[in-house]
Every structure is written in C-alpha cells, then in structure tokens.
C-alpha cells in the first residue's frame, strides 16, 4: 500500500496567516492527489484534485502543488472558516489512501 | 445541489451483520463511480471499497473483504454497504463519496453525511 504522510501534524495560526503544509507518499503518484477540508462534526470537503486543480466552489486562497512524492497546500491568507484539519489522500493506486491529517487551529 | 446522506448505522454486537444505504439527489448516479469511507471516533480517514458506475468493477480495503459487499441500484438512486462478521475495529463514522467520474481511478467531489456504526457487546 502507499503510505501518505503530512507535516506538520498541527498548527497554530492567526486570521491573516499564510500557511502551507505539505503530504508526502511513499511512491511516486504522478499528480493523482486531492485534498480535503474537514471541520468538527462535519463530512470532509474536496478542495484540491490532481494535485492543483481547484474544486469548484471553493475559494481561490487555496491552491495545491507537487507531482511524484510530494505535495503542497497552500491558503493564501487564513480565513475563520478555515480552521479545520486537512487530508491528503491518493487516488493513483488501489488501496486509496490518507494521510493522517494537518488540524489548523487559531493562535 | 448535490446531496448524500448515509443511513442505517445503530450498535450491533460482534459479529453480527448491518445493511447501510446512501441516497443520492440532485445527481444522477449512474453515470459516476461512488465510494464508502470511514472514520474511527477521533481518527482520520480509512477508504473502505469503490464501486464503479455500473458495478463491473469493484475494489476494496483488505480489512473489509470477504465481510463487507458495496453494491448500488442505479434506478433508485442508492449506494448500499452490507457488512458481515462485525468486529470491533469496524466502529466508524461512515461516509458515502461520489467520484467525479464513472471509472474507479478517479477524484471524489462531494461527501455525504455519515452514520455510525458501533460494534460492541
């Protein structure tokens, strides 16, 4: 199975904030990789799809690089609405996979 | 608006067996590859099994094969999960996910609304 790992694990950030955190796997996945938000109590929400693409709806603050192993996600400038935890997740090889998650709470 | 809502979790001992649906609206489902995953009280998330648009394909987690079956009814909009041989470890929110498109090896865009499942004596 691929292993996805994510960095850091959680942060603390102001309204504002630029904030990056990045996904790793385990083998090269070209750029099947997406990207969920995930609030208390709610679904999970698609933001990124392969790697980069921007799901419709969602605010263009967010934005998703990387190709092969590793992977980024970007919000611009941090928003409420945006404290959440973060999922990667591999769509290249079966058994589909998660990363353990980045939770993003206010500083 | 697309909408999915999973329904049929309850407590069940060890095990036992519990059926789960996921009802569709404000798509069509037969032209899309849908998904169950779950999540553990306070973990992340586990991809469980796929399905594709017309059921000739489907995968699953090694965890849950040979006890659980996906399967769908296109004509009533509905994705379903029967799950044998419960054990403990399967406690989890469970969650139905449409894929963007009707083959497996593809992005999910929208999430439903889980129902819990919790398997204790």
């Known amino acids: 199975d691929i292993q996805m790992t994510q960095s850091p694990s959680s942060l603390s950030a102001s309204v504002g904030d630029r904030v990056t955190f990045t996904c790793r796997a385990s083998q090269g996945i070209t750029n099947y990789l997406a990207w969920f938000q995930q609030k208390p109590g709610r679904a999970p929400k698609s933001l990124i799809y392969a790697a980069s693409s921007l799901q419709s709806g969602v605010p263009s603050r967010f934005s998703g690089s990387g190709s092969g192993t590793d992977f980024t996600l970007t919000i611009s400038s941090l928003q409420p609405e945006d404290f959440a935890t973060y999922y990667c997740q591999q769509y290249d090889t079966y058994p589909f996979t998660f990363g353990p998650g980045t939770k993003v709470d206010i500083k | 608006e697309v909408q999915l809502a999973a329904s049929g979790g309850g407590l069940v001992q060890p095990g036992r067996s519990l059926r789960l649906s996921c009802a569709a609206s404000?798509?069509?489902?037969?032209?899309?590859?849908m998904h169950w995953v779950r999540q553990p009280p306070g973990k992340g998330l586990e991809w469980v099994a796929g399905?594709?648009?017309?059921?000739?394909?489907?995968v699953y987690a090694d965890s849950v094969k040979g006890r659980f079956t996906i399967s769908r009814d296109n004509a009533k909009n509905s994705l379903y999960l029967q799950m044998n041989s419960l054990k403990t470890d399967d406690t989890a929110l469970y969650y139905c996910a449409k894929a963007y498109c009707s083959s497996l090896n593809c992005h999910f865009d929208y999430w439903g609304r889980g129902t819990l499942v919790t398997v204790s004596s």
């Open positions: 404000g798509f069509t489902l037969d032209d899309r590859a």
């Open positions: 399905i594709s648009w017309i059921g000739d394909r489907i």
